[in-house]
């Protein structure tokens, strides 16, 4: 079986653990096949370096918790093109995660639902944050946009994104460390305005997706919360800077995830020109980028 695994942006802004957007591209490609024998195993063919034992990667991880739980007696490789870089917060592992959670299921005939699938998917990214946030998989498995309305029990909304909005996703070529020590840096609480600040945000986001309405989306893409926290213990660099160009622009610009990339949300025939843009400011500012001119994808796909 060969599979895409897309990338993903978590959060946009307001939506911390809550909203996801899984993107057309970087995308993983991911072989599976299933073995006579109950093991799992892990070759990267090409891109990224990954932990390669089963039990410290994220979709070995997944496999080993499917087998023991379903009492698979045979085992699975997996064939790795790992295009999405690790720790960039465009949901490395949880590309990883989703992928093996996929395959399992459909190798072995497990009949998961998408939102066991989720959970599953979920489980890998204990192995990589230390915390089961389930957004990335979430929006990985489903593809568009997804809300997260509820954690336990998991409930999950799927809404197609409009058709014109386009994106582009920057990421500077820093370490921002782990994802753990992104969330480790965050309030354990938050003043009231800040919280009225992020549901107006999150609300007209959400409306927006839903409507189909670009210019709403942009406008709740603006976080009061976890980007600030995370920018003021320098995961984010240059973050005042690039909100600043996407004011300009009348792109919204948000923190992809825990960091350090960035993802702009633009019409999809400016998206050119933002891109430009935001390369020369990070080069300005001595930073060498990827920049990647996309669009909001499906989920996890077979080809
Ligand atoms: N919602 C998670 C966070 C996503 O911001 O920590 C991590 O990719």
């Excluded at 959670?101 to 005939?109: R, S």
């Amino acid at each position: 079986m060969r599979l895409r695994a897309p990338a993903t942006s978590a959060n946009l802004g307001p939506g911390f653990d809550v909203f996801g957007m899984a993107l057309k591209e970087p995308y993983d490609l991911v072989e599976a096949e299933k073995l006579p024998e109950k093991v799992v195993q892990l070759e990267l063919v090409e891109g990224y370096p990954i932990p390669l034992k089963p039990e410290e990667n994220t979709g070995g991880y997944v496999a080993l918790e499917m087998m023991n739980d379903f009492d698979i007696r045979g085992g699975v490789k997996f064939r790795i093109w790992k295009n999405i870089k690790p720790g960039s917060g465009l949901g490395s592992s949880a590309a990883t995660a989703a992928a093996a959670a996929y395959a399992m299921n459909k190798l072995y005939d497990l009949g998961l639902s998408t939102s066991e699938l989720v959970e599953y998917a979920a489980r890998g990214e204990l192995v990589s944050a230390g915390a089961a946030h389930v957004d990335n998989v979430a929006s990985a498995i489903y593809g568009g946009f997804i809300i997260i309305s509820s954690r336990n029990p998991l409930r999950i909304y799927s809404v197609t994104p409009p058709s014109d909005l386009g994106v582009v996703v920057v990421l500077p070529d820093v370490e921002k460390g782990s994802t753990r020590r992104a969330r480790e840096v965050l309030p354990s609480s938050i003043p009231l305005q800040k919280l009225v600040h992020n549901v107006g945000a999150a609300s007209v986001l959400a409306a927006g997706m839903a409507l189909g309405d670009l210019e709403m989306i942009k406008e709740g893409m603006r976080d009061a919360v976890v980007e600030p926290a995370r920018s003021g213990a320098g995961i984010i660099p240059e973050y005042e800077g690039v909100r600043e160009l996407g004011r300009r622009f009348g792109a919204g610009i948000a923190v992809s995830g825990a960091g350090p990339a960035v993802i702009a949300v633009i019409e999809r025939e400016r998206r050119g020109k933002l891109a430009t843009a935001l390369k020369d400011f990070y080069q300005s500012r001595g930073y060498e980028c990827l920049v990647y001119v996309t669009e909001p994808g499906p989920g996890v796909s077979e080809f």
